[in-house]
C-alpha cells in the first residue's frame, strides 16, 4: 500500500490565507488502473492564479474544495507505469502537485527532459520558463499584447515568474524600452541586471509618477500582473492605439473589498486603447513555436531564470503565502 | 460685407455647462478667397464629445477657446462659391455649425441630397444616420465589437441618436438579442417600437440587476455610451469572449471628479473579454459600405430616424445643456 502525504485545503481563506486554511495529510493511494502512473513528485509550483481557486466561486478553472487536496503544476519520477510509453524512472510533468506521490493518469502527464537543445535545465523549467508561466508571458505578450518590434512595454510584478520573462523576451524581440515594477530594492537591481531599461519600486511613490519618470515617451503595450494603480498609471501613460494584456490582478486577490479601479478609463476612447484579458491555456497552439524560441534562449543565455526555492512540502503553504505577498524573485518552487 | 451671428465659448464650463458658458455674437466675414463657399446653414448638431472640447485638455480633438465661435457639424445651403464644383443652391455637410452664416473651404465641404436610393430625407440627416452617428454606431458595433450574427448585443444610452442606431443595426445583422437602456419611460417606449427585445430604465434600480433580468443568457457584445455602473453591469454580463466597444461615457463628461470605475474589471481576465476605445474617424475605409447599406435601409423603411428639433441659433446652448441631460430621442439639431 502506497501512502502520499499532501496538503488539503482545511477551510477558504477571507483576505489573506493563513497557515490554518491548510492542512498536512496522510492518505492512502489506490491501486495503479490501467493507463495510469505512479509518481513521486521532485518539484510542485506556486502561483498567484491558486488564491482564486481557493473561493467558491465560478471561474475559469473549478474551486479547490474543503478537505480535498490542492492541486497544481509539478515535476517528478515515474516509480510504476501501466501505460505505454512511460518507464520507470521517466521525467513526468503533470497537474497534481501539493503531494509527494501521485496517481496521474498517463494522458494527463508529458514526458520531459533536463537537455534542451543540447542545455542543461532543472526539471523545475517545466514549471517556469519553459511551463506555464513562459507561455503565459509569450502568449500573452506577443498575441493579446500585439507586440511589434519598436514598441514600449511596461510589465507590473516585473520580478515575478512571469513578468521577469515578459520583459527579456520584449527586449529579445525588439522593444524600444522595457520597463519593470517591483516591490524592492533588491528586485528593482535585478531587473537593471535583466536588461530592463527602467525599473521603479512601486513603493517610492505614486505609481503614475513614477511610469512617466521612466516612460517619458509614453507606452505602446503593458502586461498587466497587478491591476488597481499599475492599471490607473498604464492607461495614463499608454500612446494611441495601444493595448494592455490583463493576466493577472495580484494586488486584489486577497481583497475582501471590491478593488479601486482605474478611474481614467474614459481615456481608453480617446486613445484607441484595447484591454484585454487571457488566459494561458487559449495559447495551446502557439506553445510549438514557443518552447522552440524559449529553448534556444535558455540554451544560449539570452534569458535568464531566476527560482526562489523552498524546501519540504510542508512548507509549500507558507510558500504561497509569501507569493501573494512578494516575497519571491522569479519563479516561486517546492521542492520535495 | 456679410456679418454671421454664431455662439461663442464665454468661459470654460466646471460641471455641467451654464448659460453663462455661451454668448451669441454677431461678426462680420471676411470675402471669400478662391477654393472658398459661402453657405448659409440650415441645420446643426448638437453631440456629446463637444463637452469634452469645452475643456482646456489635449484629446482626440483640439479644445475650443474663450471667445472664439464653438464649432461642429452642419449642413447648409451655398450662397456663393469660389470654388470648382460648387454652385449657389447646393446643399453642403461640413464642419463649421454654432454659426448662420460660413466661410467654409471647398475641401472640407460635401455635397449631399436629400434624395437617396429614391427616397427623400431630410438634410439633417446627414448629421444622424447618414452621417457621424450612423458610422459610429456601425464601425464600433462591426469593427470593434466584432459583432457577428446570433450575438446578443447591449447598448446603452439607447434611445439616444447612436444607440437607437446600433440596436436597430444589429436586429439587421442578425442578432440574437438586442438589449437597450435609456433613461425615461417614454425611451423605452420607443426602443420597443424600433424592435428591441429587450429594454429598461435604468433609473428603475440597480443597472446590474436590470441588465441581468433582460439579458439572461448573457451578452456577446456592449456598445457603450455611457460608462460608470452600466459598464459594471455590462462586465457582470458578458459572455466569455466577448467584446466592449466603448464610444462615449456620458454619465461622466460633467463631473467634476474621477468617475466610480467597474469595480468587477479583473472579471475581463477569466472571461477574456475586450474592452476597446475607438472614435469615429477610424472608420474612413468603413464609410462608402456603411452609406450604401443605410441609404437601402432608411429608403426600405428598416431603420427609423428620430430626431429632436429644437428651433433657432440662440437656443443651441440650451439645446446642448438638454442633451447632455437626456433630453432627446434620437439626434438632437438645432435648426437655424
Redesign the interface.
Known sequence: MTTSQMIVLASRPHGAPTSDNFRLETRELPALSDGELLVRNTVMSVDPYMRGRMNDVK??VPPFQIDEPLDGGAVGEVVESRAEGFAEGDLVLHGLGWRDMAVVPAKAARKVSTNVGGAQVSPSAYLGALGMPGITAYGGLMRVGEFHSGDAVFVSGAAGAVGSLVGQIAKLEGASRVIGSAGSAQKIARLEELGFDAAFNYKDGDVRGLLKNAAPDGIDVYFDNV?GDH?EAAISSMNTHGRIA????IA?YNSTE??????????????????????QS?FRDLVPEFQQKMATWLADGSVQWDETVVEGLENAPQAFMDLLNGANTGKMVVSI
Open positions: 471561474s475559469y491591476g492599471l490583463m493576466c493577472g490582478a486584489q471590491p478593488p479601486a479601479a482605474p478611474r481614467n478609463l474614459a481615456l481608453v476612447i480617446g486613445k484607441r486603447i484595447t484591454i484585454r484579458g487571457f488566459i487559449d
